[in-house]
């Protein structure tokens, strides 16, 4: 016989995933399900499902007792991994300065690049333990986490050594990703570093065996159109799917060429055109909008609904990072809402199904139906919009991945 798991049952709103149309959501009143083997085996009704499955019969039967039941969220988009803080450049952007004269001082991505450096890999593997842990108290139960703060062969292997460690040991699934061309190192030419991240980074990136994708910047005055090309096409030689930076602080084309490689994604997109849109909806690359990169940058929003008209699968991350310091998606969500008018519904599927296309997730991940990973949350609210309405309070109670309850009451659970 096979064994039962678990048995979520009595949510005022269960929410299976997008409906038909995309925008929508499939929800089921007092609604149940049912995990077998770590997958979802039956979701419904209450009565429907108890009947098949019944709680007692369960490792563990837990009554939502009119809350709401969602899948777990999914962050297609972090540098997650870092060393040093870097308060102090968020108090000089309230002051005026912009990002860009940070970077051009020594600042931002090249200060944690030396500050990672600097440290050994127990302590970069227990900052990003502990990251994940908030993030999944937040209801986070798969996560992309990039390289970039090494920006030379031997530390970004070490950082996608322990974004590897880190997703053995930790319940959230840790994506990994490759990102050597992050910036440009001091005192480097950016053609003689490209050169470097395609003939030594990316063949010792491939013999390490660590990385799923490749991402670049392909950002003014850091990697342009073809050099960020050469990045991507070596890496995809490589067996590295290629990701983008594009169109964050400037219009440069790296939407088009997204689109042209065949991405996961195109992120960011704040300068997005309407040309862009229609590339990445006709190429099946899925847009990532950043809102807190935005917020903390006091930038313009992207045009979340002008991607939305289109037909595109528009996802949403938290971009967690020194410089958008937040792990939690229901922030990036409720900042979806508000700032990128979108509904609780589109915000909740940006960051549920869509999120889990931007990392090629086909395994119904970011769902609640059958056969999808048993990645569940029992909210303290009773439906799907507390997420965005309380924007300033976590109303995860309960998070499981893979069956197992893994967080409650805001802190991790697991051994």
Do not use: W
Request: glycine share 10%; proline share 5%.
């Amino acid at each position: 016989m096979t064994d039962l798991d678990a048995v979520v049952h009595g949510a005022n709103e269960l929410v299976v995933g997008p409906a038909e149309s995309g925008r929508e959501l499939e929800t089921v009143e007092d609604g149940a399900v049912a995990v077998v083997d770590g997958e979802i085996a039956a979701v419904g009704p209450t009565a429907d499902v108890t009947r098949e499955y019944p709680p007692a019969n369960a490792d563990r039967a837990i009554d939502a007792d009119g809350r709401a039941v969602l899948p777990g969220f999914v962050d297609p988009h972090t540098h997650g991994l870092f060393a040093g803080d870097r308060s102090d450049e968020f108090a000089a952007k309230l002051r005026g300065k912009s990002y860009q004269d940070i970077l051009a001082e020594g600042g931002g991505i090249l200060r944690t690049v030396r500050a990672v450096r600097e440290v050994d890999d127990e302590t970069l593997l227990s900052n990003l333990l502990g990251h994940l842990d908030t993030m999944l108290a937040h209801g986070t139960t798969t996560v992309e986490v990039k390289s970039g703060y090494g920006l030379d062969t031997e530390t970004e292997l070490r950082m996608l050594d322990v974004i590897g460690r880190a997703d053995d040991r930790h319940p959230v699934d840790v994506v990994p990703t490759f990102m050597g061309a992050h910036a440009v190192p001091e005192g480097r030419d950016a053609d003689d570093y490209v050169d470097e991240v395609v003939e030594e980074q990316i063949p010792a990136v491939e013999s390490q065996g660590v990385a799923e994708f490749c991402d670049v910047f392909c950002e003014e005055g850091v990697f342009s159109v073809p050099q960020s090309r050469r990045v991507l096409e070596a890496g995809e030689a490589a067996g590295l799917t290629p990701k983008v930076h594009a169109e964050e602080l400037a219009h440069i084309g790296g939407t088009q060429l997204a689109a042209e490689l065949g991405a996961a994604s195109a992120d960011h997109l704040l300068h997005a055109t309407d040309e862009d849109i229609d590339a990445v909806v006709e190429s099946g690359v899925t847009p990532v909008l950043l809102p807190g990169t935005a917020f903390g940058l006091g930038a313009d929003y992207a045009d979340a609904e002008a991607f939305l008209d289109a037909g595109a699968p528009l996802a949403v991350a938290t971009d967690f990072n020194p410089n958008c310091h937040s792990h939690s998606m229901g922030f990036a969500m409720a900042l979806s809402c508000v700032e990128m008018r979108t509904t609780p519904a589109e915000a909740l599927i940006a960051g549920t199904r869509n999120a889990a296309l931007a990392l090629d997730r086909e395994d119904g991940r970011g769902t609640l139906r059958e056969g999808a990973p048993a990645d569940i949350l029992v909210l303290d609210a009773p439906t799907h919009v507390h997420v965005p309405y309380q924007y300033g309070t976590n109303v995860v109670g309960r998070v499981l991945a893979d069956g197992r309850v893994v967080a409650e009451g805001g802190s991790t659970t697991y051994e």
